[in-house]
């Protein structure tokens, strides 16, 4: 398996869901996992960051794996940004995987294999690679243009350590790369044997005379000792999810981009293992657990849950977290009430983080945070004013209001948004409470109204 092409595929998966949460960039702990009061983009809900931080701690190790962990709290309480906020904070090579619990019933798969695959992108795989590359300082570049104007360029590098210097051939290839990186002789340069790839090091200290010393931006270093050719280690990582869509024939890795991934077959898979399991053995590779966040998770229904308990039980697991805002409920495709609607077996492997209802004065922030976020100038009575909102019907709500007070501010040409535009929308748009009022209010004019037993309607 060619590893390099692993690498230029990489960064498709890594897409979030964020648009909400755009004001989230990490946890807002300190280097001791000590929540600070505000902080990227963070506030209040303590207990739960600091949670969360010690989750994510084990998960960075990378040798505690297997865990789940459950968010369990009223809606609007930050649930989904706490785990936003996880993902932000994860090193780059820890994957992190999220998805709303009732994706897997959309998928044109079957359940099962769309939690494989959400588990299996949730795990990485560190590849260790010793790559054959030259290291040297240009003495002279030679390019020949052909005598007719066209055709094949060829060359000639000459590079040279303290102890040694040698002639090379250089054909079309690598003297484009030479001359788009603009490489001169007294450079030094790394030139990877596989790929061709070139790159500068920086200026030779023995030509540091030659050079303006108010030219600023360059790097300069030494000659490098010893031989021309080296072999050097070179890591990446990828998912396994990758590995597999990479390598299923039917799929290729153009499938990676589209997305449109299908099934994989369990032999592909059972390869994988054994391949990867050998690299471990040879001490090439080595797995990160990383994170995978199912939202909503009492949407899930029992053959999931029960698929869930048997997946955490495999050796290369993620981090489970996941997010609930039920109590005591049905768990779906059962006639059993249990609490936040997961089987007591799973139940029995969580730990359980809860989130808090908000503070006025939280409120207060995370709304001056988002108007930050969302570029909107707020007159302090008109912030007041968006927090009692908050608090009366639901922050999501008053969150919602910024951009369309902003836009009826903006309207009237002026700067900043005052309580008359916030007024002005909470008149257009409705909040739950009170469009719940309304339908009752004129409930026999709807087709099929009914609204008087809400609760029954609630359930799944
Ligand atoms: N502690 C917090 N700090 C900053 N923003 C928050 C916080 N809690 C919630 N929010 C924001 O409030 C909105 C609602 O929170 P959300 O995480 O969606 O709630 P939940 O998932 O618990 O229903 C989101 O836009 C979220 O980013
Ligand atoms: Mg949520």
Partial sequence: MDSKVLTEVRDTTRIERVSAHSHIRGLGLSDELEPRETSQGMVGQKKARRGAGVMLQMAKTGRIAGRAVLIAGQPGTGKTAIAMGMAQSLGKDTPFTAMGASEIFSHDMSKTEALTQAFRKSIGVRIKEEAEILEGEVVEIEVERPATGSGQKIGKLTIKTTDMETVYDLGQKMIEQITKEKIIAGDVVSIDKASGRVSKLGRSFTRARDFDASSGSVRFVQCPEGELEKRKEVVHTVTLHEIDVINSRAQGYLALFSGDTGEITSEVRNQINKKVAEWREQGKADIIPGVLFI??????????????????????????????????????????????????????????????????????????????????????????????????????????????????????????????????????????????????????????????????????
Avoid: W
């Fill in 295 to 460: 939202d909503e998770v009492h949407m899930l229904d029992i053959e999931c849950f029960s698929f869930l308990n048997r997946a955490l039980e495999d050796e290369m697991a993620p981090i489970m977290v996941m997010a609930t805002n039920r109590g005591v409920t049905r768990i779906r495709g059962t006639d059993y009430k249990t609490a936040h609607g997961l089987p007591t077996d799973l139940l029995d492997r969580l730990i359980i983080i809860r989130t808090e209802p908000y503070t006025e004065d939280e409120l207060r922030l995370i709304l001056k945070t988002r108007c930050e976020e969302e570029d909107v100038n707020m007159e302090d009575m008109a912030l007041n004013v968006l927090t009692k909102i908050a608090n009366d019907s639901s922050l999501r709500y008053a969150i919602q209001l910024i951009t369309p007070a902003a836009l009826h501010a903006k309207r009237k040409k002026s700067k900043q948004v005052s309580v008359e535009d916030v007024r002005k929308c909470y008149g257009l748009f409705m909040d739950e409470k009170r469009s719940t009022e309304y339908l009752k209010e004129y409930e026999e004019h709807f087709l099929y109204g009914e609204v008087s037993d809400r609760t029954a309607k609630m359930e799944i």
